[in-house]
């Protein structure tokens, strides 16, 4: 410990900072894909009609019951064959994380809105409201309120695990430190580095919600 | 879109072999580390519910570090760090001597990120138990390990069965990061599978059913422990 060189670190920081780039728009597009697709699945699970729900409902519960690695892999290997040529592992990535986050998402906001007590709804027809009115008036703000936090949390959580890109060799943040070490040969200060930075935001980032999570309490 | 389809390489020698021992490392390396990860989160669960705030500190703290890193870059500390960091002869025993270093390091990293997990599920059944449970037990003369062991610690994992079967699931699937250290399990061989044979369609099916039908049916198992579980005077019950 006592050769921690941190001049490593700063001879580093630029091709750091790529890497991180690489981090932060792979996080964006997990989580506004994500997002999106939670939203469509979410109307899909609660519709009339019953091939929707029982396809939305299977797309669900398979994909939360694979590992994001095998994921990664699967999109890593299947984008090219589909579309016919190479096309970088990165768009493979936001494929799979998008597929991927998209059924967390809906049960994120699929949970939200069962949470909302019937009687509110009931309340609402009884004083003369339509469904879409009472959907839009009534139960899409207070869902949105309770599952506010937990989608923040969520994308904290996309944003660690974009660290798995690591298994298609896609330069992220900690695939680039992981270079730097092995070319430098000081992985212990890389792989501390890239803890201590993770730690800092996502501890940062759930403090800031949880303090949000107390004032919607409240 | 063009593919040869053959899914015949998922018997043919030695792809089966290889994904029936990937199975078997898989439920290895998830088994040891929810064992771990049970053990450790039951007590770092209970320490954030006891009276004394060091105990209370050093949970905190230990979740709060572990949930906050991701579980790659744990794993990576602690199979290429913290050989540097120990003292000499040590780091040279865990490089050189160690028996299996990759999976004992996944096993390990693993169950110590389940355990912040699994503590924050304990803490919560802890907690709902109620505060009335344990005094009720303490006024009848139990000492506070007696409550956590005879009241609060039963209630709680009842409680939080649901909760603790999702960790469970998900051990199951992290185990596949064990792959970035070269831990042969499921995932790192349909992936060798896929190179080898170029037909990765195939591979990856064959891992993706495997991996959704245990999920499945682990879940589908819980479900009925829980149900005969199930504390009466719940909400689940119907204040029966």
Redesign the interface.
Known sequence: ?GNFDFGVIVRALPLLWEGMQVTLLLTLFGIVGGIALGIVLAIMRGSRFLPLRLFAGFYV??LR??????LI??FY??VP??V?HPVGGFYAAVVGFILFEGAYFCEIIRSGIEGVRRGQVMAGLASGLTQTQCMRLIVLPQAFRAMLPVMLMQSINVF??T??V??IGLRDF?TAA?LIGGRDNR??EM??L??VV??VI??AA?QAVNLLQRRIAS | ???NWNWSVLYTVPYLGWIISGLGWTILVSLVAWVIGLALGSLIGTMRTLPSPTARAIGAIYV??F????????I??FY??LP??LPREMGRWLKRDLPHPEFTMAVISLGLYTACRVAEQVRAGIQTAGKGQANAGLATGLTTAQVYRFILLPLAYRLTIPALTNEF?NVF?????A??IGVLEL?SR??AI?DYSSQ??EA?TA??VI??SI??LIAFLMRRVEARTRLAGTLATGGR
């Open positions: 410990m519960d398979l019951s694979l590992p994001l690695v095998l892999f699967w290997f299947l064959i589909a016919g660690k695990s660290s798995l690591y298994v900690l992981d992985l212990t792989y501390v890239v803890a993770f730690f996502c501890w759930s | 879109m063009r593919y709060e570090l949930r906050n890193v991701p579980l790659l870059v744990q990576f500390l290429f760090v540097e960091l699931l699937k992290n185990s596949s990061l792959l970035s995932t349909t992936r896929a990765p369609i990856f891992a993706s991996y959704a999920s499945f």
